[in-house]
């Protein structure tokens, strides 16, 4: 399939456009750069510069190229940030979704897999499967939560056939077989939890903010489920060789196994030997204290299975990129 990557030279975009061609697929990046990497982008795959908002830079790329499938990761993905800004979510995640979900209709494009969050879940103490009760924390979720509600209609109503993948917490870099490492997690201004603690251990900061140690969690602290970028990626290309059969999917994806935040720097400080100091603040708004995937469905499904379910190796893959980034 030739395969337009919306979102293509962000850090999951980047690495499921690699995932696509490895299977064989042709892929076409679209993508403004505002949070993207052009360095990211695949040697493979042909890159335009554009925004997902703009509706005739869509008429033109549909017209001009023959695409079979859109994946689209084109998003800003900060709940923190969210919770300042909604306007600035509900615009480029809700709005420009419904202008590129416009466009494929109207160019017959019928294929779709969307990049959605398990921040879409109530909070849960155990497992959350696509079956539990739905209940965004902050509007990063919330505008998720509203693009998948429209591609529910696109599909009963247009015919568009989708897979909605909802990501529990992407970290990790990829790296070849030589173990160099490819492309990872490079995000201005960074705020995610894995990147921010080995920018410590790098000295690029002094301490580690802990956000609220005063969770009903077992240590206080945050629990969440890290899911290797390769595994995401993974799973986008089986999704998509299903979607003609299946038509409809939505899936969790994460290894089913949750850490604190406090955890997680512990096997940071292991991996770097660094002891990274860290700090417990306020809470961080819109934060949801518990966050584990059951990713049943898709392993029953599409055979799906995390390659690199270990919290160690996913940081030390990541610890390989910070020490030396390309971009
Ligand atoms: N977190 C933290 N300090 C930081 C960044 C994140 O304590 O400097 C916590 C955050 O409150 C959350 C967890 O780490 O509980 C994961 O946050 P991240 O932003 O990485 O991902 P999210 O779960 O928000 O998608």
């Not at 554009?50 to 033109?60: E, I, N, Q, S």
Request: proline share 5%; aromatic share 8%.
């Amino acid at each position: 399939m030739h395969i337009l990557v919306v979102g293509g030279a962000g850090y999951i975009g980047s690495a499921t456009a690699a995932h696509f061609i490895a299977a064989g697929h042709q892929v076409t990046v679209f993508d403004n750069l505002v949070r993207g990497h052009r360095e990211a982008v695949p040697s493979e795959a042909r890159f335009i510069l554009g925004d997902v908002g703009d509706r005739a830079a869509l008429d033109v790329l549909f017209q001009t190229l023959d695409i079979d499938a859109v994946a689209h990761f084109a998003a800003f993905i900060e709940a923190g940030e969210s919770m300042q800004n909604p306007g600035k979510y509900f615009h480029n995640n809700v709005t420009n979704s419904q202008i590129l979900l416009e466009a494929m209709v109207t160019h017959g494009v019928k294929r779709l897999v969307f990049s959605s969050t398990a921040a879409v879940y109530a909070t849960k103490n155990s497992a959350i499967d696509e079956n539990d009760p739905l209940g965004p924390s902050n509007v990063y979720g919330e505008t998720k939560l509203m693009i998948e509600r429209m591609i529910h209609w696109y599909h009963s109503q247009l015919g568009l056939r989708y897979a909605i993948l909802r990501y529990f917490n992407a970290c990790g870099a990829m790296l070849d077989a030589d173990g160099r490492v490819l492309r990872g997690e490079a995000h201005t201004p960074e705020t995610h939890l894995i990147p921010l603690t080995l920018q410590v251990a790098l000295g690029q900061r002094e301490r580690m903010k802990i956000f609220g140690n005063d969770y009903p969690t077992p240590d206080g602290t945050c629990v969440r489920d890290y899911i290797h970028i390769e595994d995401l990626a993974s799973a986008h290309v089986l999704a998509l060789e299903a979607v003609d059969e299946r038509c409809a999917m939505t899936y969790n994806l994460g290894n089913g196994q949750g850490y604190s935040v406090q955890e997680v720097i512990n096997v940071a400080r292991e991996v770097t030997g660094h002891p990274i100091p860290t700090d417990v603040v306020e809470r961080r708004p819109g934060d949801a204290p518990i966050l584990i995937a059951s990713a049943e469905r898709i392993n029953h499904d599409l055979g799906w299975q995390p390659r690199y379910p270990s919290l160690h190796e996913i940081i030390a893959s990541a610890w390989a990129w910070h020490q030396n980034p390309y971009y």
